[in-house]
């Protein structure tokens, strides 16, 4: 039995802005019109983090807009905090590192895996200004290369 994974988001900002040290795959306390608009595309990660709070974690700031808005309820905030599900043992974990490090919670993707919507949570450390100066003056660099080696002349 094979398991279709459907990516339904992803954080591009996040490989950016923040260098990833670990990820983990945890779950989201969601509504089923919820569920049915990220099925559909509608989530956007891009301004996303997590938090812990009293031995639990949160998701904040994720936009996941209705599929129809005149079918969800009156008093529904598309940016609402939700809880994530995760194990105690990787709570632990995650919380060991917040202590002894300056680290952020970052959502990657949001995917399926089976019939369950799932959240690709990454333990990141921010990436400062001339570190993305760098990598962007490498990448530029890798692709001159690329484009001299394609086009036969060696640079010259």
Do not use: W
């Not at 990516?7 to 802005?17: G, I, M, Q, T």
């Not at 709070?53 to 996941?64: D, G, Q, R, S």
């Amino acid at each position: 039995m094979t398991m279709d994974m459907k990516e339904f988001a992803y954080n591009r900002k996040a490989h950016f802005e923040y260098t990833i040290l670990e990820t983990f795959e945890v779950g989201l306390v969601l509504h089923g019109f919820e569920v049915k608009s990220i099925k559909n595309g509608r989530v956007d990660l891009s301004d996303s983090y997590a938090l812990i709070k009293n031995n639990e974690a949160y998701l904040l700031n994720c936009h996941i807009y209705p599929l129809q808005p005149l079918n969800t309820p009156a008093n529904y905030r598309p940016d609402r905090t939700r809880k994530i599900l995760i194990t105690k043992q990787e709570l632990k974990h995650i919380t060991g590192k917040f202590q002894s490090e300056r680290l952020t919670l970052v959502p990657i993707k949001l995917y399926n895996k089976g019939d369950f919507i799932k959240l690709s949570l990454a333990l990141c450390k921010k990436t400062r200004k001339y570190e993305k100066r760098e990598k962007i003056q490498k990448r530029d660099a890798e692709r001159e290369i690329q484009r001299s080696l394609k086009t036969g002349d060696g640079g010259l």
